[in-house]
C-alpha cells in the first residue's frame, strides 16, 4: 500500500495560485445585489426629501429602497456643489468606443473573406493597436506577453454581442475566391433580363438542390454515471448510408415531393415506402446524382409543376454536370422550362 507525500508549496507559489483563483472567479463573477442599480431621478427625489423637508436617512433610504450610506454620500456631494454620481463606476478600459469598433468591424470583414482570427491573434492585434493608437494607460501585462489580456477578450466580446467564437467549415480555395463582385453581378444581370423578358410571378421562380442525409442519425447527449468511458445508445446501425436527397422550391416557399438517390444499383418501390407523400426514388452505384437521375427528376418537376407555353417556369440550379446537360436541356426547352445556372461555387452564397 503506498503512501502519498503531501505537497508542500512556496509562499510564492500560494499567492500565484490564489491570483489565479481570484482571475478564474472574476470572469464568472455574478451580482448578488441589485445595490448601485437605481437611477439618478430616484436619488434626486431622495435627497429633495432630506434637504427639503429634513427628514432622516435611513427613513428616506427605506422608503425609496436605497442604501443609506450612498444616499447619505450622495446628499453630501450635492449640497457641496460636486457632481453627485449613482451607480459602480465602469472599469477603465484600454481602447475608446469608436477605437472598439474599428477592431470589431475589422475582425468580421476577415471572418467574411474566409480568413477569421483565432483568439490569441485577436488578442496580439489588440496589442499592435494599443501601440498604433498610442494609448496611454496599457497594462505591464500586455508588454511582458505582446498581447492583450484573457480578461480584456471576455470583456471585449461582451462588449461585442454581434461576434462570437464560431468553429469554421472548411471552404475550399476555389469556392472562396469564385465568389466575387464580377461573378455575382453576372449572375443578376441575367436574372434581371430573365424576368423583365418573362415576367415570372413568384410561384412560377423554382429552386432546385441536393443535400446529403444519413440512415443513421448522431444520437443526442443523454445523462450517464460520471467517469464512465463509454456510453452507448441504441441505432438502426452504427455506419449510416448516405442518400443524396433533391428537392425543389418555388419563391413562396412551396415545395414538390422530394427524390432520392438511393446506392442500389437494383432500386426496388419499397425503399421509399412510408416516405413522404407522392415521393420518388431511384439507385445507382454510388448514390449521387448523375445524369440520367437527374432527368428522371425533370419529368417529376414537369409532372407536379406543370409548365406550358402561355406560363412557363424559371428553374434555378448550379452547374453540377448532371444539371448542365443536352439531354436535360433539350428536355426543359421542350416544357417550357428556362434554366439560369449560378456561377461556379457560388452556390452557398446565391
Known amino acids: 500500500m503506498t503512501r502519498h507525500c503531501p505537497v508542500v508549496l512556496h509562499a510564492s507559489c500560494k499567492t500565484h495560485v490564489y491570483c489565479i483563483n481570484l482571475l478564474r472567479r472574476m470572469r464568472t463573477y455574478k451580482r448578488k445585489t441589485i445595490r448601485g442599480t437605481k437611477s439618478l431621478e430616484v436619488y434626486e427625489l431622495a435627497a429633495m426629501e432630506v434637504i427639503e423637508r429634513n427628514r432622516k436617512y435611513r427613513e428616506v433610504a427605506k422608503e425609496f429602497e436605497l442604501c443609506h450610506v450612498s444616499l447619505y454620500n450622495f446628499v453630501k456631494k450635492k449640497k457641496s456643489g460636486a457632481q453627485a454620481v449613482v451607480g459602480y463606476q465602469k472599469t477603465r478600459l484600454v481602447f475608446n468606443a469608436a477605437q472598439e469598433e474599428i477592431i470589431a468591424e475589422y475582425l468580421l470583414k476577415c471572418s467574411n473573406i474566409y480568413f477569421g482570427l483565432l483568439p490569441e491573434d485577436v488578442r496580439r492585434l489588440a496589442y499592435q493597436c494599443a501601440k498604433f493608437y498610442d494609448v496611454d494607460k496599457v497594462p505591464e501585462s500586455w508588454h511582458v506577453n505582446q498581447m492583450a489580456g484573457n480578461d480584456w477578450f471576455t470583456n471585449f466580446m461582451k462588449r461585442n454581442p454581434k461576434l462570437a467564437i464560431r468553429s469554421p467549415e472548411a471552404t475550399s480555395l476555389s469556392r472562396a475566391t469564385s465568389f466575387n463582385r464580377t461573378n455575382v453581378q453576372n449572375f443578376f444581370e441575367k436574372y434581371r433580363s430573365v424576368l423583365e423578358r418573362y415576367s415570372f410571378p413568384p410561384s412560377r421562380i423554382w429552386n432546385v438542390d441536393e443535400t446529403g442525409i444519413t440512415t443513421v442519425q448522431k444520437p443526442k447527449k443523454i445523462v450517464a454515471g460520471k467517469g464512465t468511458k463509454q456510453v452507448g445508445a441504441v441505432t438502426s446501425a452504427e455506419r449510416g448510408v448516405l442518400v443524396t436527397l433533391v428537392v425543389a422550391t ?10 432520392f438517390v438511393f446506392p442500389r444499383i437494383r432500386y426496388n418501390d419499397i425503399f421509399v415506402r412510408n416516405g413522404p407523400p407522392e415521393c420518388i426514388g431511384v439507385g445507382n452505384q454510388s448514390g ?54 449560378f456561377p461556379p461555387h457560388c452556390s452557398h452564397r446565391l
Open 288 to 341: 449521387w446524382m448523375t445524369q440520367k437521375e437527374f432527368v428522371k427528376f425533370i419529368d417529376h418537376f414537369i409532372h407536379h409543376v406543370k409548365p406550358s407555353k402561355e406560363d412557363p417556369v424559371l428553374l434555378l440550379l448550379d452547374n453540377h454536370s448532371s444539371h448542365v446537360n443536352v439531354e436535360v436541356v433539350n428536355k426543359a426547352k421542350e416544357n417550357n422550362i428556362i434554366l439560369l445556372s
Open 250 to 259: 418555388n419563391a413562396i416557399g412551396n415545395a414538390i415531393p422530394c427524390m
